[in-house]
């Protein structure tokens, strides 16, 4: 009876010293630290630890494969035992189910297999893990592991490293241990008080993880938007370069034709330069040679002078001045026409300046075409990335759905549900055997006490002779039967309250992961029982004692006589009493017959 009691003070005090969960937090959108912190501001929280999990595929140094539970180590809530080996010291170790592996793993190495999913290998900072333990976890109490939809559909054992081995912004789960945790496993008053926290609980998760979803939703938009932004004016610094590029290409269109009208120019200045040149050079040659001619004219006119008639002599000076002035205008022409070709020599070197300026503006146009195109080049490689972030982000949101997120109690772990339908088990035959154990118990002292009474009815009888009283009679056969009961029931509680439980505890050890049995006396229980056997033995043996007390001194020394015989049942159906034989003696009873009809 007192084995139940006995497994729930063991149980409760292994979980309550590894400080066991009393709620599992979870979200399809994860959780964060800042949710952490806000369920430890709730009232009946004392405590709460965001962590990891995830069901991987890990391959041993043998190459096989194996489905085993990922866990971060958690430094507060469901503490872990290292039964062999030690901790893990950095993200590259790990410890591992001491029910899963045996001690010459410790040393070895597992990796995280290439089968798994991008996502969960995405989740971890590493691929490879040193085994440095073995350790045993409070939330693996029963040699079940749980179900998972990888590989064969059962997890073999579980794995625990550093929360550095994972490689992600949020927490998978949060466990939260309450106000309740104080109270026995199973009781109605864990079951009661936990109830209403949990609906506390489902409304609160429900708004950080809705709350979250906004967010993350928000983020998804302004991300969309920033992307788009940047999309735009990539495109935007492509259609600003490819402009630019076609300005370029007309400037060193322009420039080459302004190159080439130039060089026209001054081919064409340099021949009206060399052409004009020659003909000031034979013009001042002929003005020269005309002047000397007047100049000889001149001399002649002047020597004659005196012998011409002053008329003829008027009219040859005349003829000499007007000589004079032609060759005079001439020369002004040649100054003219030399000052033209001066003006023709500026030109070809302002034409040489427009050279080499269409030639800078051509190299000019060249360089912004190549920055040009590779602004373009640069402005696509951002068009395709920020096409990739718009898409992305949008795929993202299109996938977003509203979070699920589920409150888990203590009955969801599977060990500690079945610690519960274990021990429920063994109250139900506690409940059971005990009655059976009663019921023979006081049979065997009813019927132990009558017989004994009946055996020293001769005693009693002469005591009764000699004058002692009923009182002093029955005392003395109540205080035999009484102090029997007592010694046996008490002897019998002890012996049963260490024998039963260590017995059921030795049986149940194949199947949990538990320290010694802590052992259980029930004073209620014991003083119960102690009522029940002596009112059995005691109250046996005042019956009959008061019965036979009944019969005077003389009748009580004498035996008993026999009990007067009754007909049987079989007496009552004639048509098969007749029929039955009996020896001449009749000393064969219906019993007899029964069992041997051919006598």
């Not at 002053?310 to 000076?317: D, I, L, R």
């Not at 040649?334 to 034409?351: C, P, S, V």
Request: with cysteine.
């Amino acid at each position: 009876k007192v084995t139940r009691d006995a497994m729930l003070v063991t149980g409760d005090n292994y979980l309550r010293e590894n400080n066991f969960f009393d709620y599992r937090l979870i979200s399809t959108l994860g959780l964060y630290e800042e949710d952490v912190e806000a369920l430890k501001e709730l009232p009946f929280i004392t405590d709460a630890e965001g962590t990891y999990s995830v069901d991987v595929i890990v391959e041993k140094e043998d190459h096989t494969d194996s489905v085993a539970k990922l866990h971060g180590i958690s430094d507060k809530i469901n503490k872990i035992i290292v039964t062999e080996g030690r901790l893990p010291v950095d993200n590259t170790e790990c410890v591992v189910d001491s029910k899963w592996f045996a001690e010459n793993i410790v040393g070895q190495k597992l990796v995280i297999s290439d089968s798994n999913s991008e996502d969960t290998l995405d989740m971890f900072a590493g691929r490879e893990l040193t085994v440095v333990g073995l350790c045993q976890s409070s939330l693996y109490i029963n040699f079940e592991r749980g179900n998972t939809n990888l590989g064969s559909g059962k997890i073999g054992g579980f794995i625990y490293v550093n929360p550095g081995f994972f490689d992600c912004d949020y927490f998978t789960e949060v466990y939260a241990v309450s106000d309740m945790s104080d109270e026995m496993i199973y009781s109605d008053e864990y079951e009661d008080g936990t109830e209403p926290e949990i609906d506390e609980l489902e409304v609160f998760l429900e708004k950080r993880a809705f709350d979250k979803y906004t967010e993350i939703k928000s983020d998804a938009d302004e991300e969309i938007s920033d992307a788009q932004a940047k999309l735009d004016d990539a495109r935007a610094t492509i259609a600003e370069n490819e402009q630019k590029i076609a300005d370029g290409k007309k400037e060193i269109e322009d420039g080459e034709k302004t190159i080439s009208d130039s060089e026209a120019k001054i081919a064409d200045a340099e021949k009206e330069i060399s052409d004009g040149e020659k003909q000031i050079a034979d013009g001042r040659k002929e003005i020269k040679k005309a002047k000397k001619t007047l100049e000889d004219s001149q001399a002649e006119l002047d020597a004659v002078r005196v012998i011409l008639p002053p008329e003829m002599y008027a009219a040859k000076q005349a003829e000499i001045d007007a000589g004079k002035a032609e060759l005079n205008e001439k020369e002004k022409e040649l100054n003219k026409a030399q000052k033209e070709l001066d003006e023709g020599r500026k030109e070809i070197e302002e034409h040489k300046l427009e050279i080499e300026d269409a030639k800078e503006d051509i190299e000019k146009a060249k360089k912004d075409i190549s920055d040009g195109e590779k602004e373009i080049e640069d402005a696509r490689k951002e068009v395709d990335e920020h096409q990739k972030e718009v898409d992305d982000a949008r795929e993202e949101l299109d996938d977003l759905e509203e979070p699920d997120t589920y409150v888990l109690g203590r009955p969801t772990n599977i060990g500690y549900a079945c610690f519960e339908n274990d021990s429920a088990i063994v109250e139900g035959i506690g409940n059971v055997f005990p009655v059976f154990f009663f019921l023979v118990a006081a049979l065997v002292c009813m019927t132990t006490m009558n017989r004994m009474v009946e055996e020293k009815r001769t005693e009693i009888g002469t005591m009764k002779a000699l004058g002692y009283s009923e009182g002093a009679i029955m005392n003395k056969y109540l205080f035999y039967s009484g102090s029997a009961a007592i010694v046996g029931c008490v002897g019998g509680f002890f012996v049963g309250s260490k024998l039963f439980p260590v017995v059921i505890w030795e049986a149940y050890g194949i199947m949990y992961t538990m320290p010694d049995i802590v052992f259980v006396f029930d004073l209620g229980l014991a003083i119960v029982s102690l009522i029940v056997s002596v009112m059995c033995s005691m109250g046996a043996t005042y019956l009959t004692l008061k019965s036979e007390m009944q019969s005077n001194a003389a009748d009580l020394i004498r035996p008993k006589a026999p009990a007067n015989g009754k007909r049987v049942f079989l007496e009552r159906i004639g048509f098969i009493w007749k029929r039955m034989r009996f020896p001449p003696d009749g000393t064969m009873s219906v019993p007899t017959w029964s069992t041997n009809p051919h006598l």
